[in-house]
């Protein structure tokens, strides 16, 4: 039963899983670079800089990316000690 909801929170947010179930430094290492990747890409469609709108198109993909990335890291890490410490 505590598997299921520690990977259940892990699909809602990256890391939490992690946190929840007691190793915190590395739920934050998760955390912190997908919910940052998460504000850069929401912040870049609502703000823009300097005098006349900038293009910065090219950061939309990358924080994307970067936010899978970090997704299925924290996926497949989770399921790893989830396989080793609930057996």
Same mark, same amino acid.
């Given at each position: 039963?505590?598997? $299921?909801? &520690?990977?259940? +929170?892990? *699909?809602?947010?990256?890391? %939490?899983?992690? =946190?929840? %179930?007691?190793? =915190? !430094? ?8 997908? $919910?940052?990747?998460?504000?850069? *890409? +929401? $912040?870049?469609?609502? =703000? %823009? &800089?300097?005098? @006349?709108? &900038?293009?910065?198109?090219? &950061?939309?993909?990358?924080?994307? !990316? /970067? $936010?899978?990335? !970090? @997704?299925?890291? /924290? ?13």
């Amino acid at each position: 039963r505590e598997r $299921m909801i &520690v990977n259940t +929170i892990n *699909l809602v947010l990256p890391g %939490s899983a992690q =946190i929840f %179930s007691g190793r =915190i !430094i590395p739920g934050f290492l998760f955390l912190w670079p997908f $919910m940052f990747f998460l504000v850069m *890409l +929401i $912040m870049n469609l609502f =703000i %823009s &800089v300097g005098p @006349y709108p &900038v293009n910065h198109g090219w &950061v939309n993909p990358l924080c994307v !990316i /970067s $936010m899978a990335l !970090i @997704y299925l890291l /924290s996926l497949f890490n989770t399921r790893g000690v989830t396989r080793r410490e609930w057996r």
